[in-house]
């Protein structure tokens, strides 16, 4: 059983440049976000899904796209890349209970 | 809008001690509370979840607390050991969505042998 995995688990990209984090759950949940946790800011949500084929946004959505095909998978998919999307990305997910499950998160730097 | 807010944001205390972490949340709708640890470079795991009907959790040396009249959580650790040192979030959730959480800005803790 090896909960939510994300990969890449490191990625450097020039600005302009676009890319997808993976994040998949073999715990049949439903619920699957993703977050970003940033110096001094803490952990903010940028997207989340209740259920295959539908997502919405949080706190942070701008310049970020996902989609949700499967109850397994939750990509990431970043369009063009900023230097200001540097940051730790964590992927998660949760059932009825509520209770999160993180992935081992993502370092993303943009140059 | 939900906030959350630990304090203190850093904790230093000789192994044995029992400690107190402490959340608080402006939103007393919030659905359930839930404590994360984080070590340095990896993710976040659960350690206790505190449903709204509940007031509190209990896990090993771990015990969290829910008041939601007052806004606050606290969690509860008996007997610290080296091996706590870590990042301890506490999240809160308004829309029982379990993914659109409200996290507080975390307690470091360091527990010195």
């Known amino acids: 059983n090896a909960g939510v995995t994300q990969t890449p688990k490191f990625q450097v990209l020039k600005t302009g440049q676009s890319m997808t984090l993976q994040c998949a759950q073999d715990?049949?949940?439903?619920?699957m976000s993703w977050y970003r946790q940033d110096p001094g800011m803490g952990l903010r949500l940028i997207h989340y899904?209740?259920?295959?084929?539908?997502?919405d946004q949080g706190e942070v959505p701008n310049g970020y796209n996902v989609s949700r095909s499967t109850t397994e998978d939750f990509p990431l998919r970043l369009l063009s890349a900023a230097p200001s999307q540097t940051s730790v990305y964590f992927c998660?997910?949760?059932?009825?209970?509520?209770?999160?499950?993180f992935g081992e998160g993502s370092r993303l730097t943009v140059l | 809008k939900q906030e959350v807010t630990q304090i203190p944001a850093a904790l230093s205390v000789p192994e044995g001690e029992n400690l107190v972490l402490n959340c608080s949340f402006t939103?007393?709708?919030?659905?359930?509370l839930q404590w994360f640890r984080q070590d340095p470079g990896k993710g976040l795991t659960s350690l206790l979840l505190?449903?709204?009907?509940?007031r509190e959790q209990t896990s090993g040396r771990l015990n969290a607390s829910l008041d939601k009249s007052s806004g606050r959580s606290t969690l509860y650790i008996a007997a610290s050991q080296p091996g706590d040192s870590a990042t301890y979030l506490c999240?809160?959730?308004?829309?029982?969505?379990?993914?659109?959480?409200?996290f507080g800005g975390g307690t470091r803790l360091m527990v010195k042998p």
């Open positions: 715990m049949n949940h439903e619920y």
């Open positions: 939103d007393s709708a919030i659905y359930n």
């Open positions: 899904s209740v259920g295959a084929g539908i997502t």
């Open positions: 999240a809160g959730d308004l829309y029982r969505a379990g993914n659109m959480l409200t």
């Open positions: 998660a997910s949760s059932g009825y209970t509520g209770e999160l499950f």
């Open positions: 505190i449903q709204s009907s509940q």
